[in-house]
T-cell receptor, first 118, second 110 residues
């Protein structure tokens, strides 16, 4: 069964450093998402991406964050200058939805990358 | 601010019983709703989605949506110890933006 994959599983970085989290969505999916979950807290939407551009972003997704689909398979989240409060689990998700304005939007999550900022 | 509210629990039920999980949402513009299961340290796993008022059944799971009351629920019949997890309710807004509740922790006791 196809699944979303994410690398690395755990990333440790120093405050102020740049990190890139990588995701390979399910191959025929068209919509991609990033979420974060701080330990013990709720899953928070960061950004959705379709047709090589951002569809929606949350208040969390400020200028320190960027997303990219550099080739036909990878989907990346870059944090330019990490802060202590960026420490969280970051989940990538993808959806096979075929129409932009559709309520049929089931998402499938990857296993996550645990980011630890020291 | 669009909110999805869930009772954090824990909700404890004996094996074989029906577990009832509830969720309310603040934004009437939310289009559809999703229930995910999350085991500790793992990613959310989709259980069911529901888009229309009423009930939707899938095996041991039934999702219920009442848009007038802004209320979503999930019933788990014949609960098993393996169902013990945190259950997340999510609402879709503007076709591309999701809001998750904090989750309800379910314990199914053998």
């Amino acid at each position: 069964e196809p699944e979303v994959t994410q690398t690395p599983s755990h990333q440790v970085t120093q405050m102020g450093q740049e990190v890139i989290l990588r995701c390979v969505p399910i191959s025929n999916h068209l919509y991609f998402y990033w979420y974060r979950q701080i330990l013990g807290q709720k899953v928070e939407f960061l950004v959705s991406f379709y047709n090589n551009e951002i569809s929606e972003k949350s208040e969390i997704f400020d200028d320190q964050f960027s997303v990219e689909r550099p080739d036909g398979s990878n989907f990346t989240l870059k944090i330019r200058s990490t802060k202590l409060e960026d420490s969280a689990m970051y989940f990538c998700a993808s959806s096979p939805r075929t129409q932009p304005l559709s309520s049929y939007n089931e998402q499938f999550f990857g296993p996550g990358t645990r980011l630890t900022v020291l | 601010q669009k909110e999805v509210e869930q009772n954090s629990g824990p909700l404890s039920v004996p094996e074989g019983a029906i577990a009832s999980l509830n969720c309310t949402y603040s934004d009437r513009g939310s289009q559809s709703f999703f229930w995910y299961r999350q085991y500790s340290g793992k990613s959310p796993e989709l259980i069911m989605s529901i888009y229309s008022n009423g009930d939707q059944e899938d095996g041991r799971f039934t999702a219920q949506l009442n848009k007038a009351s802004q209320y979503v629920s999930l019933l788990i019949r014949d609960s098993q110890p393996s169902d013990s997890a945190t259950y997340l309710c999510a609402a879709l807004y503007n076709f591309n933006k999701f809001y998750f509740g904090s989750g309800t922790k379910l314990n199914v006791k053998p």
